[in-house]
């Protein structure tokens, strides 16, 4: 930007380069400052005639992935149940086992799970309640081993939340889950 305004100058002898005190109502200045402001708001990768740092670049782009990474998390429309229990992206690795991401996605062997994708009839559990995996984990009379305390309708999230960042509930969540693949018949009623 700098070797370009220098060109001009140097090609433009008539122009000339002065101080003019800030909002003074030169419509020049007015529009320089308004130019100054935008580029600052718009985070732009700034410009200048020197190389910058790799190190600036490498921080500068990674600020700018998870920031968009967030933004797209943030206004998705998938993967809402998980947004619910993880609302911060990160690149750190939350290690969930299998049977955890079966469980707090509901996409496992629940027949509510079963029955949106028409692989059961019905969406009811053995014992009579909606097969869900808050129920196996709360109320089921088939499950009562693998049982937490139930939460509130109004504070599903927060126990979901709860049970992912405790490695005793999880440690549960494992166990009940082994049980209901390891027992399936007992907890797909025959719709007949």
Known sequence: MTSTISKLLHSHPHIRVSWIKAH???IG???ADRLAKE???TENFPESPLELP????????RQKMLATWQMAWDDGDTGRL??????KISLDSINWTRNEVLFFTGHGPFPSFLQRFNLAEISFCS???IGTPIHYAT???LTTSYHMAPPSQQHQTIWFRRVANNSTSRRKINNLLHFLQRETSLFHPDPN
């Open 24 to 26: 003074a109502g030169y």
């Open 29 to 31: 200045n007015e529009e």
């Open 39 to 41: 580029a600052a708001e």
């Open 54 to 61: 790799k190190s600036f670049n490498k921080t500068f782009l």
């Open 82 to 87: 998980i947004h619910n229990i993880i609302p």
């Open 127 to 129: 014992c009579g309640g």
């Open 139 to 141: 109320v089921c009379l």
